[in-house]
C-alpha cells in the first residue's frame, strides 16, 4: 500500500536517503524524460534554491521505495511563482498569503502513473493543506494539468494566459482546498481512510514561516 510521508526541517534527518532519492527521480523525471536543460546537474540531483528548510516534501513510499513526490514552499517568502514566472500572472499581483502554498516538482515514476499512486499522491496533498489551514495552491504546469485536476475534482482557476515555456504551453494556475476535492479523489484512489504519514508532531506549517513584512 502506498504510503505519504511528511518531511520538513523538522524531521528530514530521518529521511536523508529518501530525500536524495527524491533528488534523483527528479533529475531522471525533470531532465531526463521532459528534457529541462536548466535543472540539468553532474551530480544527476535536482536540487535547488526552494529545497531549503523551509519546504515541505510530500513522499509516495511503497515498500521503502520512492514513487513519486511533490514540494510545497510558502508564498509568504520568494518562491518560484514570484521570483521567475511572475509574466504569467496577468493584471494582478502574485498570489500569496499564510494561507497560500506554492507546489513544485511534482512527479510520479513512469511504471507507477497508469496506477492509483497520483490520485493517492493528489488526496493526501488535499488532506495535509487542510489539516494546516490552507486555503490554495499555486502552481505552474503545462495545460494538460488543467483536464487531469478537474478530473480529480479539484476547483482550479487560471492566473493568466498560456505561455510558452520548454515548449510546452505552460499556465499559472491555483487550486483550491477542500473537503469535497479530498473525498472525489479518495474515492478514485480507492482509499478508505489517510494514506498520509506524520513521523513527528512538526509544528503547524504557519509557525514555521518567518514574519515577513509589508
Same mark, same amino acid.
Given at each position: ?33 521532459r528534457g ?32 513519486? +513526490?511533490?514540494?510545497?514552499? *510558502?508564498?509568504? =517568502? !520568494?518562491? @518560484? $511563482? ?31 502513473r497508469m ?37 480529480? +475534482?479539484?476547483?482550479?482557476? *487560471?492566473?493568466? =494566459? !498560456?505561455? @510558452? $515555456? ?49
Amino acid at each position: 500500500m502506498t504510503s505519504i510521508h511528511v518531511i520538513t526541517d523538522e524531521n528530514k534527518a530521518g529521511y536523508e536517503a529518501i530525500l536524495d532519492d527524491c533528488f534523483r527521480l527528479r533529475h531522471e523525471v525533470f531532465v531526463g524524460e521532459r528534457g529541462w536543460r536548466d535543472l540539468e546537474r553532474p551530480d544527476g540531483r535536482d536540487v535547488d534554491a526552494y529545497d531549503n528548510d523551509q519546504a515541505t516534501y510530500l513522499v509516495a513510499l511503497d515498500d521503502g521505495r520512492v514513487i513519486g +513526490g511533490l514540494r510545497l514552499y *510558502p508564498t509568504l =517568502l !520568494p518562491h @518560484m $511563482i514570484s521570483e521567475s514566472f511572475a509574466h504569467l500572472v496577468k493584471g494582478r499581483d502574485v498570489l500569496s498569503g499564510s494561507t497560500i502554498l506554492e507546489c513544485t516538482r511534482y512527479f510520479i515514476v513512469r511504471e507507477r502513473r497508469m496506477g492509483r499512486t497520483d490520485c493517492r499522491l493528489l488526496a493526501a496533498f488535499q488532506q495535509f493543506c487542510l489539516e494546516e489551514g490552507v486555503t490554495e495552491v499555486t502552481a505552474v504546469v503545462e495545460m494538460w494539468w488543467l483536464p487531469r485536476w478537474q478530473q480529480a +475534482g479539484f476547483k482550479v482557476r *487560471p492566473l493568466g =494566459l !498560456p505561455t @510558452m $515555456i520548454e515548449g510546452q504551453h505552460c499556465i499559472a494556475a491555483a487550486i483550491q482546498i477542500s473537503e469535497d476535492s479530498l473525498r472525489h479523489v479518495s474515492r478514485l484512489a480507492g482509499l478508505r481512510g489517510s494514506c498520509l504519514v506524520r513521523a513527528t508532531a512538526a509544528p503547524a506549517l504557519a509557525d514555521r514561516v518567518p514574519h515577513v513584512a509589508a
